[in-house]
C-alpha cells in the first residue's frame, strides 16, 4: 500500500478574526526568524592575492622569494593575529611528520623513518628573512610547520592589508609529494613548496600542523614569476603568461644556459604547484569545449607510448565528468610526472609513471577529479577528506567503468568491500574524524576512500539515482569556488529529493553502527507468501526487496518514516515497482504479503541494484544453501 505524506492538508473553513490571525501569525514568525534565516544566507570566505618573485638555484637545490599578498578579510570578525603554513619545515628530524610516521602502527613506506636520517643539505626549510604588513614590521614565532604572526594593525571585517616576506628556502630530498630528485628522476616537485597563508573560515583559523596528510587553503589569485636555468621545462598550476619566451610548447627564444623567468597567473584558486625537469617532453591536446590538457612526462620511448596513449583517455575523463558532474571551470589542466605516487593540486596533478597502462590511467582519473572535489568544490580536507576523497573515488569508479567498458552492476564493489571489511576487523572509526586522527593509515584510506564512496552510492539508493544525479551537479555549479560543509551538502540532497535525511547523514557520517538486514522466514497463506524481514543491523535503511517468479520480477520498496517522502520507481525499471507502507527504524521486524504463491517464487533477494552496504550478505537471498529461515 502506498503510504502518503501530505504537504498542505485542507484547513477547515475560518471566521474573519481567525483568518486574520491566520495572516499575521506567519508574518510575526517570520519577523522573529529572519535573522537566522538570514545568516544562513550569509557565507562568506577570505580572499587572497599572492605575487612572487622566486629566483632558483638549482646547484644548491635551494630558492629565495619576495612574496606580496593582498588579504581581504570578508568574516564579521576583526583580526588580530595571521597563521603561516612552512610545510617544507616537515621535513626535518624530530618534526610532528618525521615522529608521526615513526610512532603509527602502520607507518607510510614512503616515509617511514627517512626524515629522521635526513642531513643537513637533505632537509627542507623555510627561512622567514621579514615581513611587514602595510610597510610596518612584523614578529612572527614559528613552531614547526606553522609560524604565527600578530598584526600591527587589527584587520576590521571588509578590509585589505598587504603582507610583504622575504625569504629562503631549501627543497628537501623527495620523501612524500614535494621535493627534488624523486625515483622516477624527475628533478623537482615543487608542492607545499611556499609560505602559505592559512585559512580562516566561520570555524575559526586552520592551523594544523603538517603530517603528510590534507590541506585547506584560501582561494585567490596568484602571479608567480620562477627564474630558472633555460635548461628546465615547468608545468603546474595556472597559465604561462610568455610561452614563447620560456618554450612553453614553443622554441625557446633564450639559449640553453641562460636563465629565464616562467611567469605563471592562475584564478580562483587555493593552492599553486609547479614542477620541473630538464628531460620533460611537452604535448597537448584540447576538449571540444576549448579546454587545453597538457602533459609532461620524461622524454623515454616506452614512456612515450603510454602517454601518448593515456591523452584519449584523459579527454574521455574530462567529458564524462563534464557532463555528469559538472563543467571543469578553467581554460587548461596539466598531467605532470613527478611526486611519489599521485597527488592533486589545482589546474593540475602530480602522478608517477611507473607500473601498467591500467594503473597510469587509474592514478591520472583519481586525481584529476580531485579538481571537481577538491580544487574547485574546496571542502576541508582536513575536517572532512571523505569529502574530497571519497566523492573522488565514486566519481573515478564510474569513469573507469565507463572508459574500460567493463559494465559492472555495481562499479563501488571494491569500496563497499574495503568498507566492509574494516566493520569486520573492528577498527573503523567515524568518518567525522579528522583526517590527522585517524589510529592507522589504513583505517584512513577505508574511510576517507571507501565509506566516503559508499556513502554517495547509498544516497542514490535512498533518494533515487535520477535525483542524485541531478542534485550532484546542482551541488558542483552552487558551491564551486567555495568552501561547503557536510551540511551544505545535505541541505542540497535534502532539497533534490523532498525528504528528511538527517539520520542518514548523522549515522554513516558521526558513528560505527552498521546495517544488516535479512530474510527472516517466510510462509504460505492460502495463494499468498507472507515474508517477514529482520533488521538486526542498527542503522537503518530503506529497503527494497525482488520477488522474481513465473519469469516476472517485481521489486517491493519499504520507505522509512523517517525520511517523510518516497522515492520514485527508478528509470528503466522495466517490472513492477510496489511501494509499500513505511518501516519505523525502531522496529526489528517488518511483515510484507506478496499476492504470489510460496510455490511460484523462484527467488527472494534484498538489494537487488547492489547500493546498500549490507554487512552480512548471508541471510538476503533465497534459495541460498547459507541461508536458514527460522521457524516461530
Known amino acids: 500500500m502506498l503510504s502518503t505524506h501530505p504537504r498542505f492538508p485542507v484547513s477547515p473553513q475560518l471566521t474573519p478574526a481567525q483568518l486574520q490571525l491566520k495572516l499575521i501569525l506567519p508574518l510575526a514568525i517570520f519577523l522573529a526568524l529572519s535573522p537566522q534565516i538570514h545568516a544562513q544566507e550569509c557565507y562568506w570566505q577570505q580572499h587572497v592575492a599572492y605575487v612572487m618573485d622566486i629566483d632558483f638555484d638549482d646547484a644548491k637545490h635551494q630558492f629565495s622569494g619576495k612574496q606580496s599578498i593582498q588579504y581581504t578579510n570578508h568574516s564579521p570578525d576583526t583580526l588580530e593575529r595571521v597563521f603561516y603554513h612552512l610545510y617544507f619545515n616537515a621535513f626535518q628530524p624530530g618534526s610532528v611528520m618525521d615522529v608521526r610516521s615513526r610512532t603509527i602502527a602502520d607507518p607510510d613506506p614512503r616515509i617511514g623513518a627517512r626524515i629522521a636520517s635526513l642531513k643537513p643539505d637533505e632537509i627542507g626549510y623555510h627561512h622567514i628573512g621579514s615581513l611587514k604588513q602595510d610597510g610596518k614590521k612584523l614578529d612572527m614565532n614559528i613552531v614547526g610547520t606553522v609560524a604565527e604572526v600578530k598584526l600591527q594593525m587589527p584587520l576590521l571585517p571588509g578590509e585589505t592589508t598587504q603582507l610583504d616576506m622575504e625569504f629562503e628556502s631549501q627543497v628537501p630530498i623527495q620523501i612524500r609529494r614535494s621535493g627534488r630528485n624523486n625515483q622516477e628522476g624527475v628533478d623537482y616537485t615543487m608542492t607545499q613548496w611556499y609560505p602559505k597563508l592559512a585559512e580562516y573560515d566561520q570555524d575559526g583559523w586552520h592551523t594544523s600542523p603538517y603530517v603528510a596528510r590534507e590541506f585547506h587553503g584560501v582561494f585567490g589569485n596568484f602571479e608567480v614569476n620562477i627564474n630558472i636555468p633555460s635548461s628546465y621545462t615547468l608545468a603546474g598550476t595556472g597559465v604561462v603568461q610568455n610561452p614563447e619566451e620560456v618554450g612553453h610548447g614553443y622554441a625557446r627564444t633564450q639559449p640553453t644556459g641562460e636563465r629565464v623567468t616562467w611567469k605563471f597567473k592562475a584564478e580562483n584558486v587555493h593552492d599553486f604547484a609547479w614542477a620541473a625537469d630538464k628531460e620533460y617532453r611537452h604535448i597537448t591536446t584540447a576538449l571540444e569545449n576549448g579546454t587545453t590538457i597538457h602533459f609532461f612526462h620524461i622524454e623515454d620511448s616506452t614512456l612515450n607510448l603510454q602517454w601518448d596513449k593515456l591523452v584519449g583517455f584523459t579527454v574521455g ?49 583519481h586525481e584529476a577529479i580531485h579538481n571537481w572535489f577538491y580544487g574547485v568544490l574546496a571542502s576541508n580536507e582536513t575536517k572532512y577528506p571523505w569529502m574530497d576523497e571519497g566523492f573522488t573515488t565514486y566519481a573515478q569508479n564510474i569513469v573507469l567503468d565507463s572508459l574500460f567498458h567493463r559494465g559492472k552492476s555495481n562499479p563501488h564493489q571494491r569500496s563497499y568491500t574495503g568498507y566492509i571489511r574494516s566493520t569486520k576487523e573492528g577498527s573503523d572509526e567515524p568518518l567525522s574524524t579528522e583526517a590527522d586522527l585517524y589510529e592507522t593509515n589504513k583505517d584512513y584510506g577505508a574511510n576517507a576512500y571507501s565509506k566516503g564512496c559508499v556513502f554517495l552510492h547509498q544516497l542514490s539508493h535512498i533518494i533515487g539515482q535520477e535525483k542524485f544525479d541531478h542534485a550532484m551537479k546542482t551541488y558542483f555549479n552552487q558551491w564551486k569556488f567555495k568552501h561547503p560543509t557536510p551540511l551544505d551538502f545535505k541541505r542540497i540532497m535534502e532539497k533534490a529529493s523532498d525528504m528528511d535525511l538527517d539520520w542518514y547523514f548523522d549515522t554513516w557520517i558521526g558513528t560505527t553502527k552498521t546495517i544488516d538486514y535479512g530474510i527472516h522466514k517466510i510462509s504460505s497463506v492460502g495463494k499468498k507468501t507472507v515474508i517477514e524481514l529482520e533488521r538486526m543491523g542498527a542503522m537503518p535503511m530503506p529497503v527494497e526487496l525482488l520477488v522474481e517468479h513465473n519469469g516476472k520480477k517485481d521489486i517491493y520498496y519499504i520507505p522509512l518514516q523517517v525520511l517523510r517522502n518516497e522515492k520514485p520507481t527508478p528509470q528503466g525499471w522495466e517490472g513492477q515497482w510496489h511501494t509499500q507502507t513505511d518501516w519505523p527504524w525502531a522496529y526489528p521486524y517488518y511483515e510484507l504479503t506478496v499476492n504470489v504463491p510460496i510455490e511460484e517464487i523462484t527467488l527472494l533477494r534484498l538489494d537487488p541494484f547492489e547500493k546498500v552496504a549490507d554487512v552480512n550478505d548471508k541471510n538476503d537471498q533465497y534459495p541460498t544453501g547459507s541461508l536458514i529461515f527460522r521457524e516461530d
Open 317 to 365: 575523463m574530462f567529458n564524462i565528468m563534464n557532463d555528469r558532474f559538472g563543467t571543469y571551470p578553467y581554460e587548461q589542466f596539466s598531467v605532470i610526472q613527478a611526486g611519489d605516487g599521485g597527488m592533486e593540486y589545482p589546474m593540475c596533478t602530480m602522478i608517477t609513471s611507473g607500473g601498467s597502462f591500467g594503473g597510469l590511467v587509474s592514478v591520472t582519473v
